[in-house]
């Protein structure tokens, strides 16, 4: 895992959803990796970064950007384009 | 402290003293009054007390006490034994019967204190015996042959009926007057390969008696009022988890600290109602020592046929009395654990609803997902706020009242003839004074009630709808069971014998009561 | 085998996105899954408070007791079945206020259980008053002019109490919180776990960053079986000053050991049967 700090938010394709964890808005509170632990981990920052090919069903996915405090998950639907979470 | 014997059984104490033995002044103050005519008092000689206001009507045995005591080559408590044997003497009595029992009694101390104390109660005997033989009263000749009894008190028969009932666990909070029952169940845990811990106040003991008691356990607590009061919450929570409890209650004088040592009929109406919110509570009202063996024993298998708490409720009087009894018999009893779960099920529902109200209890370390949950719940157990979980939950835990008043509880018992002058209602310790006091009344029955939770309204419905008078006595100062009986039969018992100075009531203040009733007619 | 399926309930948690009892309720379900800990040989007991709903999110036996009364049930449980490992979910209000006597004599006795503490220093469930571990000053709706009293400090408490293995971990370690939880477990006699944590709702103060900002690990020449230098460490609680780590960890015997009656299997292995009490009614002749 490289826990170095990205200059950009990474986008990651986990089945029909295109995930991406706001870095600026993130406060570690973890709660996504509660969740989800497969697809979220805290990095050496205290910040949720999205694991390398590891799947979790849609709804736990969903669910996780959900419980997020400051919504800094954000999940695209490639299917129709449209930005399912925050709404 | 009273002894009463006789021939006949002897049901309670009473109130006349045939024989006093005065160790102090206040003993001559307090019970002249109570002396019967010719009365015999044995009392200190040299020079402490005056019992000199007695002497029309009472047969004096000054002894010197402290003396005797002294020259037999014991401290000054050995008195008590001096008096013993002064007292036998002065009622025909066999010296050689009381050396027996000092050894009996006093041998694990040593044999120089029994021969200092059987010294000691033969000084009595031939002090008195030498200077006052024509004040004698044969009252104690030996028997040929005696049946041999118990002599029990009810923490003895809680105790011993708990262990005899398969007792596991019990956590409990000293206080009077159920302190004994811990002491007993201390002593024997190891022998008996049970559970007791002393817990750091009643609170924890009761809720740590439900956490054994969820893990499988037989669990029991016991308390006096002010303890259940602190109870209460956790009362409620073995109903509402539907974890089966047994908690022994021993009533004493109330309110707050009340009477530490004294008794009363008080907490009836508090074992009925407290706690927030309603649920199925089992209380039974013990009347003497048997009575406090057979429904201890009984309560374990109510507690977990019915997974709810059992309330055993006793004054202070049948803990402490002690009374002579035939050996308790627990051939036939057998332990019945109710509803148990055997394997494990992929979704086991804790709380499942039934006709009878009563779930199938898994134990944890089965392997079945078991929850007890104090908020309201679902079938399963998970928490839940729903109309319909509420519903469903609420009168199933309900329903179990009305499966235990059909299969389980219990008629009151009638003492006496089927038709009488006056029906007495009462419970609990009252027991021994009335049928003590119907010994002179033949014609009048008493109806005992100890069944308060479910409550067996037809039986006395009917009961006290045939009867001619109706006398209740309690020792309370509001009438608690009359209460109870008009609420659930519509029958209000107007004529009422109330005491509660602490005291028990004395078969002699119910003669009194009976025959002002009588005169009246 | 135990999966995340196999401890996961049908609800989903209703606490506030962001909450600190998520990575508990993470932290703990890793631990169950790396141990072992199924319905052969677990059960937990948790209090009253948002701490108290995590019956409803994880499939382990469980009790939900009343306010302050986890810790006895638990104590009741343990000596009952010893088999079972078991642990207690409590909050700084419910273990600290309602249940401070039951806290110190659990301590005292050394019961073998694992105290999870969650400690938010406020009282969450019933919105927001000030709770026993709350600082000195702080304006809360129960002290809205700032709290008169002094805050216990927990670990040092259940020392000085007897409790033989304390340690404190930020919830959003989830990690570290983990491993914790496994060797409190596995320490035979009272552990506490104090788990600081965020109450994104009621407790503006002690947010992550707050945490994250002035907490620090113990270092590895720390020696966790000093009482002393555990009870001088405890006190300390402060800017850039809180302490985590293994405090104080001792051998000593539990509760339970002292029952010789329960020493070659527990409790409940025996089914209650009708005991022999001739003996104890012949000596009332």
């Known amino acids: 895992m490289d826990n170095s700090t990205p200059t950009t938010d990474k986008e990651v394709q986990i089945g029909k959803y295109k995930v991406k964890v706001v870095r600026s808005l993130c406060i570690g509170a973890a709660t996504c990796v509660a969740v989800s632990p497969n697809i979220f981990q805290l990095d050496n920052e205290n910040k949720a970064v999205i694991q390398e090919n590891a799947t979790d069903a849609e709804a736990n996915i969903l669910m996780a950007a959900q419980s997020c405090p400051t919504k800094a998950i954000v999940i695209i639907d490639t299917e129709t384009g449209m930005q399912v979470w925050p709404a | 402290m009273q002894t009463v014997f006789s021939e006949s059984p002897v049901y309670s104490a009473i109130k006349s003293v045939d024989f006093l033995v005065a160790l102090n002044q206040e003993t001559v103050d307090l019970h002249k009054e109570e002396l019967t005519q010719g009365a015999g008092i044995v009392f200190e000689d040299e020079g402490k007390i005056d019992a000199s206001s007695c002497k029309d009507n009472c047969r004096l045995f000054p002894v010197p006490l402290k003396r005797l005591a002294s020259e037999s080559g014991g401290q000054e408590i050995v008195s008590n034994n001096v008096a013993l044997g002064a007292s036998l003497a002065a009622m025909g009595g066999d010296l050689e019967l ?8 006093l041998s694990s101390k040593g044999e120089e204190i029994v021969k200092i104390n059987q010294t000691a109660a033969k000084a009595g005997y031939d002090y008195v015996k030498e200077n006052f ?21 009810g923490t003895d028969a809680v105790a011993f009926g ?43 003991a009761i809720n740590m008696s439900i956490g054994a008691s969820f893990a499988g ?16 919450e956790g009362y409620g929570l073995a109903g509402q988890t539907e974890i089966p409890l047994v908690i022994v209650e021993g009533m004493r004088g109330g309110p707050g600290t009340g009477l530490p040592t004294w008794s009363e009929q008080g907490d009836m109406r508090m074992i009925l109602h407290s706690h927030q919110g309603e649920f199925p509570r089992i209380i039974l ?19 977990d046929k019915y997974q709810t708490p059992v309330v055993l409720l006793m004054d202070k009087n049948v803990l402490d009395d002690e009374q002579t009894f035939p050996k308790f018999d ?14 494990t099920e992929s979704q086991y529902i804790r709380y499942e609803v039934t006709d009878d109200g009563i779930s199938p209890r898994s134990f944890p370390g089965l392997g079945n997902h078991v929850m007890a949950n104090s908020d309201e719940h679902n079938s399963y157990g998970f928490s839940s706020e729903t109309i319909e979980d509420r519903n469903e939950q609420m009168s199933k835990r309900l329903r179990k009242l009305d499966t235990c008043a059909k299969e389980d509880m219990e008629q009151p018992v009638l003492y006496g003839p089927e038709d009488a002058d006056i029906t007495i209602v009462s419970w609990g310790s009252n027991k021994g004074s009335i049928l003590e006091a119907l010994k002179d009344f033949p014609n009048l029955n008493y109806f005992h009630i100890s069944w308060i939770n479910p409550f067996p309204a037809q039986a006395v419905f009917e009961r006290l709808s045939k009867s001619k008078y109706l006398l209740n006595i309690e020792c309370n100062s509001t009438a608690q069971m009359a209460g109870i009986i008009r609420e659930k039969t519509g029958i209000d018992i107007l004529d009422r014998l109330l005491k509660n100075d602490g005291r028990p009531i004395f078969p002699e203040e119910i003669k009194a009561k009976i025959n002002s009733i009588l005169n009246r007619k | 085998m135990i999966t995340q399926a196999d401890l996961s309930t049908p609800y989903f948690p209703n606490w506030c996105p962001g909450c600190g009892n998520f990575g508990i309720w993470a932290a703990f379900k890793n631990a169950a899954i790396a141990s072992g800990w199924d319905n052969t040989n ?38 009952s079945n010893h088999r079972l490992n078991v642990f207690v979910f409590t909050g700084d209000g419910d273990c600290l206020g309602e249940g401070g006597n039951h806290f110190i004599h659990a301590c005292r006795r050394n019961h073998n259980i694992t105290v999870l503490l969650h400690n938010n220093n406020i009282y969450g469930l019933t919105t927001g008053q000030t709770s026993p571990t709350t600082r000195k000053d702080y304006k809360s709706k129960s002290t809205p002019d700032g709290n008169p009293d002094e805050p216990f400090k927990a670990l040092n408490l259940a020392i000085a109490a007897g409790a033989t293995f304390a ?17 409190a477990n596995k320490h035979n006699g009272m552990s506490v776990i104090e788990i600081l944590q965020p109450c994104i709702t009621w407790n503006k103060e002690c947010t992550p960053a707050f945490f994250t900002d002035n907490t620090y690990k113990l270092p590895d020449t720390y020696d966790p079986s000093n009482i002393v230098s555990a009870l001088e460490k405890t006190l300390e609680f402060g800017e850039k000053k809180i302490p985590v780590g293994l405090f104080y960890k001792v051998e000593k015997p539990t509760a339970e050991s002292e029952f010789p009656q329960i020493d070659e299997k527990p409790l409940v292995d025996t089914p209650p049967n009708k005991k022999d009490i001739q003996n104890l009614l012949q000596n009332l002749y």
Request: aromatic share 8%.
């Open chain 2, 330 to 343: 627990y051939e036939n009893y057998q332990i019945n654990r109710g509803k148990i779960v055997t394997k």
């Open chain 3, 167 to 183: 340690a404190r971990v930020y919830s959003n370690d989830i990690a570290g919180l983990s491993e914790m939880i496994i060797k």
């Open chain 2, 285 to 303: 009202a013990a009347g003497d020592s048997k009575e406090a063996f057979e429904l201890t024993m009984k309560a374990f298998n109510l507690a």
């Open chain 2, 133 to 153: 033989s024509d004040k004698f009263e044969p009252i104690l000749a030996p028997h040929e042959t005696i049946d041999k009894n118990m002599v029990v008190n």
């Open chain 3, 42 to 79: 677990t059960a937990f007991v948790a209090g009253i408070g948002c701490h108290g709903h995590m019956v409803n999110f994880v499939k382990l036996t469980s009790f939900e007791g009343l306010h302050g009364r986890a810790i006895p049930v638990a104590s009741g449980i343990k000596l």
């Open chain 2, 162 to 204: 708990a262990i005899a009932a398969g007792l596991q666990f019990a956590a409990i909070y000293p206080m009077s007057p159920t302190s004994n029952i811990l002491h007993h169940l201390a002593a024997n845990q190891r022998k008996y390969g049970y559970v007791f811990k002393q817990a750091e106040d009643e609170i924890s």
């Open chain 2, 98 to 105: 009381l050396l027996n029992l000092i050894t009996e009694d």
């Open chain 2, 217 to 232: 356990a037989r669990s029991m607590t016991t308390t006096s009022g002010g303890g259940f009061c602190l109870m209460t």
